[in-house]
């Protein structure tokens, strides 16, 4: 069923009701157990399916009613910010002792959009230990469509705009991620073909086709090459520039979407 | 057929108004939509004076006010005649305060609602209200409303742009349930205390680390990525990640060029009032909104604070008149020489007005039964004074206007039925102006 929250008589119909009926039976009998039901759920061969595109299936059934493949789907803001950190290695699962406001508060009279970066964005907490202040909301969540927390929605709204887009070119926490991420690779692989299949295999996991590998190579080259690096030392220019095409991927659509 | 019932009568005629979910006006920033009325503004400018600055000190003369200063009002507080002097203006005559001597003169253009009135007493509620038609819940806000029925004209930049608003408010320029892609872009923040002013930048806007040539062969890379996903999987997100780089991209020129106003002249810098230190921000606020008119913007709000007189308002009012004053003429002024102000709707309002009786002998308190706000420009008719309050100025009498009707007469001078502009959400369509609203037509040119 395709509503998240109309389930009255201007809904739409459900497509599979004697499938709603099991799984609110099982849902029961597994004494009202949320977790077991989305375990239910998750290890379906339906749930498991590739997002591929299918022309012939795609003809009879264009909205995936069916459920023939797993519709693409972008990430919320959430897990793209920490899926950022993975990458970059920075992520910390624990959530900060105390309550990071109150932290705030005692040295400001008044929170402020400034002061909420610093328990923002720029922490390195999962983002579900954020403290979601109104109006003061992490400036990465809110530029990925995070909800206002003061309304209810059943659904993310999940849009493409160019603020996104500026945050992931120009960003002081999408930079240095970058930065440190492509640290990260120089570690562990050698030679720069192995690195950008490595940034690759990391966070799309797959490798570069040719032509991404062979333009990869050329971006790095440009930025290894630059004036703006010229007078650096040989470790810096092979980091920054292995992390402008760390920062491409992530900028890139195919980060953002589940498929 | 057999079974119609009622409520299979009901399931049938929501279906056909929920073709696609969206409404009638189902404009997207990706289609170049027309409005269904005609009209004559294509973008608007909302100078929004935060604080609720008196009426019957600004637009609404109230002579027979005067006469009882100093007898006891209905609320049990003295009454207070406006301790400034008004005077007619310009051919239509309209009354306006000493407090505004340069935009009395541009008096012919504007059209004054003396007949306002909000269900909110409390500034942050009637701010709201004022902006989104709600003042309880979170919902898209005009600025939303009018770019999601009218789309964007320029793809090079925003087409809702919110000017220095104030802090903690983003619910005035949020698009609630609307798309984020209708939501405003805040460029810098009201400073405290709320006179305007503060930094003006736009998040990422520049990457201060790597050349631009650099940058132009890594986006080329990126967009690479995405078109070869997008030919991979024909998936339409890739192909608007893709779209939304080559906008940020353009922006960082865009945005910039039109937010530096150095190579405006002299003349046109001085119009706005930019070399004089107490008009120089506002100043510059109107200065940019008229770049961003042109530029194409839909939707431009500027912020100005601390109306709220209940104390010393002969000194400060002055001083915050005098702020905003020289401003805004010159912004109707330029507009209008630059045959702009046929095509922009400029709004000014508060949140409401202030009660004839004073507590102090100086200041007024909050009057949210009876207030001014006026429109100037594309498709409203100028010199002209509608509605009235009563001859105290506590209560509006005639050509009351509520919110949603100010919401509705904004609308339809940009050419929407507010009837019509909907939304479906959470399962059903909403509107700005809720099931109210009546717009006052007899405004229009």
Redesign the interface.
Known sequence: MN?D??F????EAPTHPELLDFLAISFINSSWSIKSLIKQIVLTKTYRRA???NQKNFLKDPENKLFWRIS?Q?LDAEVIRDSVLILSGQLNLRPKPGSQVYETSKTATRL??TESTSFGTHSNYRSVYLPVVR??LP?MLKTF?FT?S?????KR???????????????KFI?SQSDKWAKLIIQQKKTVDEQIKEAFAMSYGRYP?T??LS??R??FS??RR???LAKKKTSTKDFVSLS??C???L????F??R? | MKNLSRRNLLKMSAGIAAVNGLGVYAADSDSKQQALLPAKAKSVIFLNMTGAPSHVDTFDYKPELAKQTGKRGKYGQSMLGSPFKFKQQGKSGLWISELFPELGKMADELCLLKGMYSSQPNHPQAQTLMHTGNFQFPRPSLGSWVLYGLGSQNKNIPGFISLTPPSGKSALFSSGFLPTKYQGTMIGQMSRGGRGGGSQELPNIANKYISKELQSKQVKFMQMLNQNQYKKTGMNEFKNVHDSIDMAYKMQDSMPAIMDISKEKKSVQKLYGLEESNTESFGKQCLLARRFVEAGARFIEISHGSWDHHFSMKADMTARSNEIDIPIAGLLKDLKQKGLLESTLVVWSGEFGRTPESPTKDGRGHNNKGYTSWVAGGGVRGGMSYGATDPMGYEAVDGRLSTHDWHATILRIMGIDHEKLTYNYAGRDFRLTDVYGEAATQILS
């Open positions: 509503q929250n109309n009255g008589s201007t809904g997002s591929d595109m693409p972008r402020r959009a109006d003061l400036e469509d206002q003061m309304l209810s929605a059943g709204e999940q849009n493409n705009t160019s603020s996104q887009a500026l945050y992931m070119m120009n960003s930079l086709s032509s991404e333009g990869a050329n971006l440009s930025f630059s004036k703006g402008a095409i920062q491409s991927l900028a890139s659509a195919e953002r979407y498929q």
